[in-house]
C-alpha cells in the first residue's frame, strides 16, 4: 500500500502555505510524514511553532529555518498542485483507498474501513482482483482447451 501525501496549500488559508513550505522543509531529514501528522492537528502555523515542531522531531532547527525563508521552497509546491489538478481534486484534502475517493475530512473509523476493503481486496465496484483472475483463467481454458482439440495439429496421423 502507498501513501502520498501532496502539498497544495489553499489561498483562502493563511497557514496553508507556510504548512505546506514546513511539510517540504522536514523532509530532508526524513521527518516529513510525522511533520505532515503534526499539521493536520495543529491550529498555529506561527513560524515559532512550526520551527518547535521540528525541532521535537529531531530535524536541525537552523537548516529548518533557512528552508522555511528560502526562494527555493516556493516551486517545490508547484507540482503538487499540478498533480492535484490533473487528477481532478477539488480541495484537500482528497484521499484515494483503492477504488474510492474522499473529499473532505473523514474520520478515523471510514478511513480504516476503507484500507481494510481495500486490503482484502474488496470494492464496491466490480469483483475482488482474485475472482476476476479466476473467472479470466476459466475463460482462457474453455476457449483454448476445445480448440486444442479441433486443431489440425491435435489429430492423429493418417
Known sequence: MNLVRLNVPLESHPGARPAAR?????????????????LFRTESFEQDVLVAEASRLGVDAAAFERCLSAPATDPRIEPDAAVQREAGMRGPPTTYIGAHRFVGAVSDEVLKDAIDR????????GVPAWVYLVLVAGIAAAIVVPGRRNSPEASPAR
Open 22 to 38: 514546513a511539510a517540504i522543509c522536514a523532509e530532508p531529514s526524513g521527518r516529513r510524514e510525522a511533520y505532515a501528522d503534526f
Open 118 to 125: 481495500a486490503a482484502r481486496g474488496a470494492t464496491d465496484r
